[in-house]
């Protein structure tokens, strides 16, 4: 059992939006990376839909990777900071 909780959940029904990210237990940082997920896909844009909403996912998921990247770099050479993401979007 871990101290801090690494885990984040968003639901944003009124654009079909629900993800799950679970920080990288064992690592630096964890919880950093999954809530950092969970608010950048807050903030999608609800006017979109279908194709372009799947690619402004697809794009908010680039950035975060890019932020936490530059994040363990700032910690030392050897930082790894992670987390998985699964993310549904109802498209229908």
């Excluded at 690494?6 to 079909?16: N, Y």
């Excluded at 690619?55 to 700032?74: D, F, H, I, P, Y």
């Excluded at 930082?79 to 498209?91: E, K």
Aim: charged content about 20%.
């Amino acid at each position: 059992m871990r101290r801090r909780n690494e885990d984040a959940v968003l639901e944003r029904v009124e654009i079909g939006l629900w993800a799950v990210a679970d920080g990288a237990g064992g690592h630096q940082r964890g919880d950093y990376a999954s809530s950092r997920i969970i608010a950048a896909l807050r903030h999608v844009n609800p006017a979109l839909s279908g194709p372009s909403l799947v690619e402004e996912v697809k794009g908010s998921l680039a950035e975060v990777n890019q932020e936490v990247r530059a994040k363990a770099a700032t910690i030392g050479s050897n930082a790894l900071i992670g987390s998985t993401v699964a993310v549904l979007l109802n498209l229908g």
